[in-house]
């Protein structure tokens, strides 16, 4: 028993540690078409992926910036891929940037989410996967399509800086004690 203390004493701390700040931002292209337009949605992607990382730097976080061109992983993979960024960098969180076309609904669409991860960062024996967990934020901007101007690099920054402001207020007020 004596020697399982000090192991759950250290479980104990490490639980009641603030998470780090280090976030993984993660951005990829996602629409189809001709190679022109597959270079569009790539540079529209790395961009407001290069804002939203630059905007959270400047509010002192740890942004690792991590892009991938359409096509760079098979969908299904990014998932793991992302668990071992973070899992290297020793991260907490996943800040999701995407910059996409919903052909259903005819609109240009503009979203943040931020992800916790759940599980262990330790060795999945000892702690548990880890998972990327549901979306603890969210926000999205819906432009029409035919507004093309959007995805200007100086409009995707200006609101990549709107949108992490948001999500700055949104934690600042959590994190606030109710009076």
Known sequence: MKRA??????AL?????PAPACMIV?????????PEA????NEANKAI??????????????????W???GALPPAEIPDFLVGQARSHGCRRIVDTAVFESTAESRLIVRLRVHPLVGGLGPQRVVGALQIGDPIYSSQRDFEVANRRALEPARLAALADLMVEEYLRSTAEAAAPSQ
Not at 5 to 10: Q, S, V
Not at 38 to 41: F, R, T
């Open 5 to 10: 203390l000090p192991w759950l004493a250290a």
């Open 38 to 41: 597959l270079a569009l949605w």
């Open 26 to 34: 993660y951005g990829s292209g996602r629409n189809t078409g001709s």
């Open 13 to 17: 701390l490490l639980a009641a540690a």
């Open 49 to 66: 992926n290069a804002a939203v990382a630059a905007r959270l730097e400047q509010a002192r976080l740890e942004p690792v910036q991590t």
């Open 68 to 70: 991938l061109p359409i």
